[in-house]
Structure formats: C-alpha cells, structure tokens
C-alpha cells in the first residue's frame, strides 16, 4: 500500500472491509462516538492507528491485536502460522490428516479467503 486509506466509516477500504469481517472486534468499547470523525460508527471498527492484523502466508486473515500489544509479542502466533504452513508442505501419509487445526484465531471461526 503507498496511499492513506479509509479503515471505518461509509469510505472504508475493501482490505479493511474484509479484515474486520473475518477477525473479531479486540475492543468493546471504542470511545464517544461524538467525538470520532467517521460514520457509521460499527462495532468492529479500528479504534486507533496501531491496531495489528496477522495473516497467513496465503493472505488469509489470521488474528487480530490491541494496539497496546507490541509487534514482538506477536511471535509465538507467527510461529505457529509458520509450523502451520511447514506441515502442509509435508506430504501426509495416508492414515494422516493433512489440514492443520487451528485452535485460536479467526480462521477458526471463518475459513474463507
């Protein structure tokens, strides 16, 4: 991306449409709406710059993070999208599944991408 683009409101980019659609909201609470420049105001909305979002080596949205959380905190859900990845280059044998579980993140809840 080499331009600003619209995260909330009636403006928002399609990227963000999509993320905020596949990962859960981090916040319950996003302010006073009065005070935020965009409309709608939704429940899923990115409430500040530093909000993260992690995706897989396929571009599917994987989770979502707090600004409050650092980028090196992000690690051990890294390596697990890269343990995630590695075992589906394996070939399986035949009495192995060969579709990773995913026990956390918002591929869980939606497997679409």
Wanted: proline share 8%; glycine share 6%; aromatic share 8%.
């Amino acid at each position: 991306m080499f331009q600003k683009l619209e995260v909330n409101g009636d403006g928002q980019d399609k990227l963000y449409t999509d993320l905020k659609s596949v990962c859960p909201p981090v916040k319950t609470n996003i302010g006073t709406t009065s005070m935020l420049y965009w409309t709608p105001v939704r429940v899923g909305d990115i409430t500040w710059n530093f909000q993260k979002f992690l995706v897989d080596a396929e571009g599917r949205p994987y989770k979502r993070y707090d600004p409050a959380v650092l980028p090196a905190q992000l690690k051990d859900d890294i390596a697990t999208l890269i343990q995630m990845r590695d075992n589906q280059a394996t070939p399986s044998s035949p009495d192995t599944d060969d579709k990773p579980t995913v026990t956390s993140g918002a591929r869980s809840a939606r497997n679409v991408w």
